[in-house]
């Protein structure tokens, strides 16, 4: 079975830094690998996703890649801002079975003004 | 319209009363999802709907039981549920299952 993680669990940085969060699964015959954010108490908001044969994706300030053969992917957040702060997930989907994603427990980010 | 509707937003119930959760989209979307999400984890997957067709059943218990009536709108009936069936139920859409998903802003669902 997919096993995927996030690291770290938990990040605090000011406001302006840029940052990188990772995200690694165990089983690289992937199908897609998907960005999503979600707010406290709310839905999912996806972000980016990156097909197996991708190496990344951009959309205004952020940026994932995705390192298929070391079953990593990582989520680059540009000058971040206050608004950023929420968790972020990562759902990869396996190439036998498209229609599942397996979900990553998340990384909390605060950015501080 | 690229949004996943679901009703109700909150939705409190005994352990012996029978409710149901709607999922609508207007997307043309071939493919609706059931995830569950407990409090500060992941959400898990319960149920794929392809193309009207229940594909995936993730071994949930049948006091939940998933219906597509057609290709915008999916429902989970609820029965006899247990507190620790508690949680955020999140709705899914997916072009084709291939794709990308789009999840809706979630039934936070108190069984008491």
């Known amino acids: 079975k997919q096993e995927v993680t996030q690291i770290p669990a938990a990040l605090s940085v000011p406001e302006g830094e840029n940052l990188v969060l990772n995200c690694s699964f165990t089983d690289s015959a992937i199908y897609n690998l998907q960005w999503f954010r979600q707010d406290p108490g709310k839905g999912l908001t996806s972000l980016l996703l990156i097909q197996s044969s991708q190496r990344e994706q951009t959309s205004g300030r952020l940026n994932a890649s995705l390192d298929k053969s070391s079953g990593r992917s990582t989520l680059y957040i540009a000058a971040s801002q206050p608004g950023d702060s929420a968790t972020y997930l990562c759902a990869v989907s396996p190439q036998y079975n498209f229609n599942k994603f397996y979900f990553g427990s998340g990384t909390k980010l605060n950015v501080k003004p | 319209d690229t949004e996943v509707t679901q009703t109700p937003k909150h939705l409190v119930m005994g352990m012996t009363n029978k409710k149901s959760l709607k999922c609508e989209q207007h997307?043309?979307?071939?493919?609706m999802y059931w995830y569950k999400q407990k409090a500060k984890k992941p959400p898990e997957l319960m149920f794929v709907?392809?193309?009207?067709?229940?594909?995936i059943n993730e071994s949930v218990p049948s006091r939940f039981s998933p219906e597509c009536p057609n290709s915008s709108l999916l429902n989970l009936h609820l029965h006899a549920l247990q507190p620790e069936d508690s949680a955020l139920y999140l709705c899914?859409?997916?072009?084709?299952?291939?794709?990308?998903?789009?999840f809706g802003q979630g039934t936070r669902l108190t069984v008491v």
């Open positions: 899914a859409s997916s072009p084709d299952g291939y794709t990308e998903a789009f």
């Open positions: 709907y392809s193309y009207e067709k229940l594909s």
């Open positions: 997307m043309g979307h071939r493919a």
